[in-house]
């Protein structure tokens, strides 16, 4: 119904910048109904972690350890979600994904395949 495709991971020293892309695909119909949509993080050995979510209306959130580092966007013309990350830390890598719901806010049905961020102190 709607597929998620992420771009722009990477590595980085520590200090450095990316931009991550999410791009959605499929019948307007489903991609209208997205409500929220967020991305999440996963380390090798750790939970899955919500990194920053925005809403149909533009409300941001996102978890404190990424407060005034990380800056969530969504492009609706584009159908496309954006992660811009500064400041990057060692303990940002880890594999990102994308994720929108059907919605209902915060019931996300639909990821993306994931795309590698790695820092280096």
């Known amino acids: 119904q709607v597929r998620l495709v992420e771009s722009g991971g990477g590595s980085v020293q520590a200090g450095g910048s990316l931009r991550l892309s999410c791009a959605a695909y499929?019948?307007?119909?489903?991609?209208?109904?997205?409500?929220?949509m967020a991305w999440f993080r996963q380390a090798p050995g750790k939970e899955r972690e919500r990194v920053a979510g925005i809403d149909r209306d533009g409300r941001l959130n996102s978890t404190d350890s990424v407060k005034g580092r990380f800056t969530i966007s969504k492009d609706n013309a584009k159908n496309t979600l954006t992660l811009q990350m500064n400041s990057l830390k060692p303990e940002d890598t880890a594999m990102y994904y994308c994720?929108?719901?059907?919605?209902?806010?915060?019931?996300?049905?639909?990821w993306g395949q994931g795309t590698q961020v790695t820092v280096s102190s």
């Open positions: 994720a929108a719901d059907s919605g209902i806010c915060g019931q996300y049905v639909y």
């Open positions: 499929g019948y307007m119909y489903f991609i209208n109904n997205i409500n929220c």
